[in-house]
């Protein structure tokens, strides 16, 4: 019996070494092996339960603690059993929550996953949803702080790896580095504290740790795509235009002239001026970027007019569609859908095929539909279904593409549908009308 305990307390060594290390999997192999010459070992049968409760899976560590609590007696594995009974209801708060980022219901998921957070279970896959949630609202220093808590835990996490890697492509500016630096050492000192109690040889003591591209179905985006995909909003800033001529004194005539003249100069005949330029690079003024862009696109320029320029198109292809794109985030969350879709189709303008053009695309055509805009919002989920059928919307925009079309073309509908049923024959979106549509 004393070379089985010293085998066990080798493999137990090896189990803990690789959880404190971040290979959660690699120490559940070490927990198998030292169960199965030993059902009784509770310190493994503690340490594997503590991990499937991590990764989410309720009703594995609860079996695993009922062997430790009925058949060795063991007042730890009694202990967990108990502290775990509130974890079932996290668990279909989890599950909301992922309908909710399926629905581009971001704050409504974000409130459900913190809290899931009330408790250590599952946080992996929280952690990683959370991740999600703050991507897409264009909150990267949250979304990289829930990222290191995974891979804390999981180093290996395909999902938390996958995310840091597309989160450094597109916020690689130094500005963001040094906010992000110093925002998270902030969090980190604030301290989310993992804590599991892990029974050793001779007794127990408390471990506590700081934890803080898809197959492409049609081919990869093309500019001419792109440019089809897109719709400009030249009535509105007509409109806009109008507004302000309206509200002009009418008695002063200087003024009038002075500001129709202003509106003629709106276009291209404005020289373009070096030092506003570096000024609005300086200072982070997208907005006033993006006009310059617009205005000064296909003017002839001296060659340090045209650096100027390409300088001015650097920032807007990178920080300039971060910033529209998270402040269309926000008047989407407020219902602002006809300012969220401008700020949608500036931001896609400028994001290339970075991770967020997918995002982009995908509200462009939410937010199309949400103003009843139809034909805008079938054109951009083919464009999304065209390059992007195996992100994480393929379903649902498949669904989306399958009931805009009914009664509209009802050979379009089929094909979606029958897309829909080939592609995800598992998904929640196959349902009853997806059935009435194929039949």
């Not at 404190?20 to 010459?37: D, T, V």
């Not at 009038?256 to 330029?277: L, V, Y």
């Not at 602002?336 to 967020?356: H, M, P, T, V, W």
């Amino acid at each position: 019996m004393g070379i089985m305990d010293k085998g066990l307390k080798r493999i137990y060594s090896r189990a803990m070494k690789c959880y404190q290390n971040g290979l959660p999997n690699k120490a559940l192999a070490y927990c198998e092996r030292g169960i199965s010459k030993d059902i009784n070992f509770a310190p493994l049968l503690n340490l594997k339960g503590l991990i499937l409760y991590l990764q989410g899976d309720l009703e594995g560590c609860r079996a695993v603690w009922k062997i430790g609590a009925e058949l060795n007696k063991d007042g730890a594995s009694k202990n967990y059993l108990k502290s775990c009974k509130e974890d079932g209801e996290r668990l279909k708060k989890y599950s909301k929550a992922q309908l909710l980022i399926k629905e581009m219901r971001i704050s409504e998921a974000i409130a459900y996953l913190m809290e899931c957070q009330e408790s250590d279970f599952n946080i992996i896959n929280v952690s990683n949803s959370l991740t999600e949630c703050f991507i897409k609202k264009g909150e990267y220093i949250k979304a990289e702080y829930y990222i290191e808590k995974v891979l804390k835990i999981d180093k290996k996490n395909k999902q938390a790896v996958n995310n840091q890697t597309a989160l450094n492509k597109f916020t690689s500016t130094g500005l963001f580095k040094k906010v992000l630096k110093s925002r998270k050492e902030f969090l980190l000192k604030g301290g989310m504290v993992l804590s599991g109690i892990i029974i050793v040889l001779a007794g127990v003591f408390i471990i506590k740790s700081n934890f803080a591209k898809e197959e492409n179905y049609f081919g990869k985006i093309t500019n001419k795509l792109m440019a089809a995909g897109k719709i400009k909003n030249d009535e509105n800033s007509q409109e806009n235009s109008d507004d302000v001529n309206n509200n002009s004194v009418s008695g002063d005539n200087i003024n009038s002239e002075k500001t129709e003249e202003n509106q003629q100069k709106e276009g291209k005949s404005e020289a373009f001026s070096a030092s506003e330029t570096n000024d609005a690079i300086n200072n982070k003024d997208f907005e006033k970027l993006n006009l310059m862009a617009e205005t000064f696109k296909n003017e002839k320029m001296s060659i340090n007019d045209q650096a100027l320029y390409n300088k001015a198109l650097e920032v807007l292809n990178g920080e300039g569609a971060e910033f529209f794109y998270g402040r269309a985030m926000k008047f989407h969350d407020e219902k602002d859908y006809e300012r969220a879709r401008q700020d949608f189709e500036i931001s896609f303008k400028y994001s290339g095929e970075n991770y967020l053009t997918s995002h982009i695309i995908f509200m462009l055509g939410g937010t199309a539909e949400k103003l009843q805009d139809i034909e805008s919002a079938i054109k951009y989920y083919e464009l999304y279904a065209k390059n992007y059928l195996n992100s994480e919307y393929g379903d649902l925009v498949l669904y989306n593409l399958a009931n805009l079309n009914r009664n509209i073309n009802n050979e379009e509908a089929y094909k979606y549908a029958l897309m829909l049923k080939e592609k995800f024959p598992k998904s929640m979106y196959f349902n009853n009308p997806i059935k009435e549509i194929l039949k």
